[in-house]
Each structure stands twice: as C-alpha cells, then as structure tokens.
C-alpha cells in the first residue's frame, strides 16, 4: 500500500502463504490485491523477476553470477523451482528473462506474454503452467506473439488427475481437464512438451533453427548404430527421411569407403585419424561428404556427434567435424542441429559454438528427435493459422455470457435441430405406444424402437431400446417390454421413437460439445457407441474452429480407427454441421451429444442415429 500510494510503478511478493494455502490465505491475498490498487504487481509466493537484456534483477537470494543476454528466449515460470533452472542453466538455454509469476493474483501469463512479444530480443517464450484462468485473454496473448512472430513451447503440469489435485495445492491454480489444454495449445500453436528435458532441447531447436518449413530430415552420424535409432526415433515421430538422389550417392561413393552404404540416415563411416581421405581429422573431407549428402533438398539437417573432452588427441576431430558441419549447412541454407547421444556428452564450449553457428546444439538423441518433430508440427500449424486469416482466428469469443443451466430436449427434438443445420440424420417417426406400429410400417423395417423422454439420458441402460426389429409383431412384444421395465423403475413411458435401422455400418462415432468456464466452447470427435467411455479415443477441439480444422483432426480420428479414408468427406462434414449449431447457440448450449453417427458400408454417408442436447432458456 505504500509502494502505492508512492507512485511506485510496480512491486514483487516474495512471500508465500497467501491463496495457495487457501482459508486465511486467500483474505489476505484479496487484502494484497485491495492494497497494490492499479500498481503492476508480481506474485505473491514469487522469486520475482530477471531481466537479462537490460541488467534488472528483482530476485530474494544472490544464487547466480550476473550475467548479460541480448537475444534468446523468455521463460515465465508458475513455479519458482523451475525459474531458477534458468538462473545457472547448464544447457545453453540463452534467456533474456525468467519471470516466476506465482500465484498471479494481478498479473498472469497472458500479460508477460503480450509485453515480452513486443520485444524484439526475445525470440522464443517458453512457459511453464500449472493452470490458465482465462482462455480469451490467454489467446489474444499468443494471437499477438504470433502476429510478432515469436513461437511458445510450453510445459503443462497436472496432465492427470494425481497431477492436477498437485497442482490445486501448489499454486491454487485450477488445473482443469488436461484435453481442453490440449486443444487450446493446439488451437494457438504452442509447442507442447511433456518433460524439463524437452523444454530446453526444444526451446533450443526453435531459437536456433526455427519452425521448420516441412517433414524432410538428413541425418549424419559416424555409428551404424545411432543410423538405425535414428531412422526408428525420427519414422516413430512422423517425420520422413528421403534417400539420398541418384546424383548425391554418386559423389558420396566417391568419397566413403568402399563398404560404406549410402542411406539416410547415413554413416559415413569416417576413419578416426590421418590427414588423407575421410577422416575425423580432415575437416576439408569431411565438408565434402556433408555438403554432398545436404545437395538434396531438405527441410532439416542434424548431425549426431558427441563433442566432449579437452584430451588433445581428440581435440583436432572434434574441432573439424563441428567446423565441417556449420560450414555445409552454413552454405546449403538448411536449418540444422548438432545432437549429442545422451546430455551430458556435449561440452558446453562446443554448444556455444554451435550457436555462434546458428545451429541448435541439441543434448540427447530421443530429446533432439522430439525438438525436430516439434519444430515440423509447429511450422505446419503456423501456416495453416496464415492460410486461415491469421492471428484473428485464434480468438475465443467471451464465455462471461454463458448460461449455466437449462433442460436436455428429447431425442427426436434434438436431431430435428441438429438437421437444420446440415446434419444427417436417419428418417425416424415418433408417437405414443399405440400409433408406434403403424409408424413402424411407414418407416420400413428393420427399425430400432426407443423411449423417447428427455429425462431419461441413456435408453440402453434402463431397458428402453430395441434394436432389429423385422415386423409390427416384433414391435408390439419389445413395447410391452420396455413399458414394463420403465414402470419397474417408475420412469416415464408416454412417448417413443421408431427409426430404420442402418444397414451394416463401418464405423460408430460420437460427436459432442462440451463446456469449459475458462476456455468455452469445444467439439469432440471421437469413437462411438457402447464403449465410448471406457475407450475414449477421441479429437478435441475449442470452437470456433473452420471446416480445414475439422477435417484434420477428423482424419486423424479414422487413421486410428483404420476406418476408410472414403469416410472422412462425410464425417467431417457431419462434425462441421455440429460445430455450425453450437456456434449458433454459443450462449444457451450447455451440453450436447450425438452417439452413434454410423458411417454406412462405403463410408460415403455418416447418419445421426441418436443425439441429446441440453439448452438453457433464451
């Protein structure tokens, strides 16, 4: 309050004790906010701030020597364990800032972000979450960044339910279900790693070699056995390996060993001394085999090596394989990483070489392939979010509008909404038990008969469907049936549904929206039927999402279920229209579900089959 009252124009909460704790914690963490008034305020349960580029340090203990980076990556951190990695990183993570945020009570990671992109010095911002409060301010941040160009790799804690309950105790921060994270990463192309390992390595890849423009990776190693774990980590990550060109294997075989094979990857089977032919000595050969096998085109180059030591007699081939490779990559204009086989064997003075290079120097081969695919996935998404009409479309709309609670309309209700914007949906009749066997008949049998109430949200487990139906006999006796077994229960029996049954579907899927209080809206395409609870094979994505979106994440879906690749035109089209209708009532819709949508036997017709949605009043 003094700070305030000063004039003072921001101010750092070292202490803890306040929100995280919850009970007296959070009265004194609403007495703090009361306090700071409009003052910047960093924390509380915050080791503060560095920033490297200009020399600020507002950090609690002298735990690092002061040191001075003009371009590299911004770390926000929600935990103060993970900030100070950053403080003496020990792999060449160059940062311009280590922000720990703590609790964020006036200040969160939307607002770092959306000051650190107008910084041309940072080119890369990595930030480690426990949780995200608010999905629309979070994505107008990185919509920015990605206008400034400026890529974010992000560690997300609390994937599981044990994770998540770890973090409600740290920071307080609700850490919410792990797949709507995953789609809003998705949705903004953040880069999402899953260990410490893989932040650094791959904030590394992508301030040093940048997205990637395409899949096609050339690999060099001196050992036949990091070819072939290469070749099975890189095809294991997606991403392709084209062999060397007829031209290309032929200067190589001019300058390898007789028995050496040409491939990619490829061992070019150095000899380890001498000053003549292919050895780890001669650095003018050893250019020439790289810049031969990189005379193809590719996306990506990287070079497995280990650098380490200071002993002299390696000293010299050490030197010429670091040397060789910068300066064919240099002269090729591919992006390219130098990859030591596990952390520690990369000295840090030749990872610092490798950066003055503009090569990433990446530590670990299973950690280096991750960056790569990272950095290929994340050049992909950032041109798809260009084609899509740029940073504009990774806005979520406002969800302080949205109602919280409503009635679930009945089936028939529920597709005959859902038909009116575009879905298909299978013909159907609905009656009271004695005009179902004449509607049967109209229908054409083989039907399905359900009970159709909207109080009863799922028919199958209180007995209330029938399926296969071949007659009104057959009809009349499952009518009697389910009658009975919903009087046992006391649930309602005034109303069903008789539908023609789908012959010989290939497929069952559902289609879904759910809710989110922080992120909103989200369409979920996944596998159907009986089992879709305990399979939950699913492609979750925040809406608004255009039909390019939908179709990618629809393809995905059916590569998994090894469901024809005739199927996605009708499927995605099905998603799309639910996506339309939830768009249309972003304000009142509160749950909806489609399960099963049948794709019939040539994959060219997905039909609705059943659907629930629950709206609240307008």
């Given amino acids: 309050r003094d700070l305030a009252d000063r004039g003072a124009g921001g101010a750092v909460c070292h202490a803890a004790g306040f929100g995280e704790i919850g009970g007296d914690g959070l009265v004194l963490q609403d007495a703090l906010r009361a306090a700071a008034g409009d003052m910047a305020l960093v924390g509380p349960n915050s080791n503060g701030l560095l920033n490297c580029a200009d020399g600020l340090v507002l950090w609690p203990v002298r735990d690092h020597q002061p040191f001075r980076c003009h371009e590299g990556a911004a770390i926000i951190s929600q935990s103060g364990g993970v900030a100070i990695r950053y403080v003496n990183s020990k792999r060449s993570v160059h940062v311009t800032h280590v922000i720990s945020t703590g609790n964020q009570l006036l200040l969160d990671a939307a607002d770092y972000i959306d000051v650190l992109c107008d910084d041309p010095r940072v080119r890369v911002i990595g930030l480690f979450a426990e949780g995200i409060s608010d999905g629309p301010r979070f994505a107008a941040a990185v919509a920015k960044a990605h206008e400034r160009r400026v890529p974010i790799v992000a560690l997300k804690a609390g994937r599981t339910e044990m994770g998540a309950r770890m973090a409600l105790t740290h920071t307080a921060s609700l850490a919410s279900g792990d797949a709507f994270y995953q789609a809003l990463f998705d949705r903004l192309g953040i880069i999402r790693v899953r260990s ?173 392939v991750s960056a790569i695919a990272a950095a290929v996935r994340a ?53 009271n038990a004695e005009e179902i066997p004449e509607l049967a008949d109209a229908v054409g049998y083989p039907v399905a008969l359900k009970v159709a109430d909207a109080s009863i949200a799922h028919k199958a487990r209180v007995g209330g469907v029938r399926l296969r139906l071949r007659g009104r006999r057959e009809v009349e006796v499952a009518l009697t049936d389910i009658t009975a077994n919903l009087m046992r229960q006391n649930l309602p029996s005034r109303r069903f549904l008789v539908e023609r049954m789908v012959d010989d579907p290939i497929a069952e899927l559902l289609l879904g929206i759910t809710r989110d209080p922080r992120f ?53 089209d099905a998603a799309s229209a639910v996506a339309r209708f939830a768009e249309a009532h972003r304000q009142y819709l509160l749950e909806l579900d489609v399960n099963p949508l049948l794709v019939t036997g040539d994959g060219r017709r997905a039909l609705a089959v059943d659907a629930v949605i629950r709206l609240a009043q307008a």
């Fill in 196 to 368: 410490l390992a893989a932040f650094d390595e791959t904030i590394k890849m992508v301030l040093h070699a940048g997205l990637l423009a395409g899949p096609r990776v050339a690999v060099l190693t001196a050992s036949g056995a990091m070819r072939t774990m290469a070749a099975d980590l890189l095809t294991e990550a997606g991403l392709d390996l084209p062999q060397p060109s007829v031209d290309a294997t032929g200067v190589l075989r001019e300058q390898m060993l007789d028995f050496a094979h040409v491939s990619n990857p490829l061992d070019y089977n150095p000899a380890y001394a001498g000053s003549e032919g292919l050895t780890l000595e001669n650095e003018a050969a050893l250019h020439a085999c790289y810049a031969a096998m990189l005379s193809d085109p590719y996306d990506v180059a990287m070079m497995i090596h280990d650098l380490q030591g200071e002993d002299p007699d390696g000293e010299l081939a050490r030197v010429s394989v670091l040397r060789a490779w910068l300066r064919a990559t240099s002269e090729r204009g591919v992006p390219s990483a130098m990859v030591s086989i596990v952390p520690e064997s990369f000295d840090e003075r030749f990872r610092e070489i490798c950066i003055a290079g503009k090569a990433a120097p990446l530590q670990g081969l299973e950690d280096a």
């Fill in 379 to 431: 050049g992909a998404r950032h041109r798809q979010i260009e084609a899509a009409g740029g940073p504009e479309s990774l806005l979520l709309p406002s969800v302080d509008d949205m109602a919280q609670a409503g009635e679930p309309l009945d089936e028939h209700d529920s597709r005959a909404l859902l038909a009116g914007f575009g879905l298909p949906v299978n013909e159907s009749r609905v009656g």
């Fill in 520 to 572: 909103g809206q989200a369409l979920v395409i996944g596998e159907g039927g009986g089992r879709v609870e305990t399979l939950r094979n699913t492609e979750m994505l925040l809406l608004p999402a255009n039909h390019e979106v939908i179709r990618d994440a629809v393809g995905r879906l059916l590569k998994r279920m090894a469901v024809p690749e005739a199927a996605l035109t009708s499927v995605a």
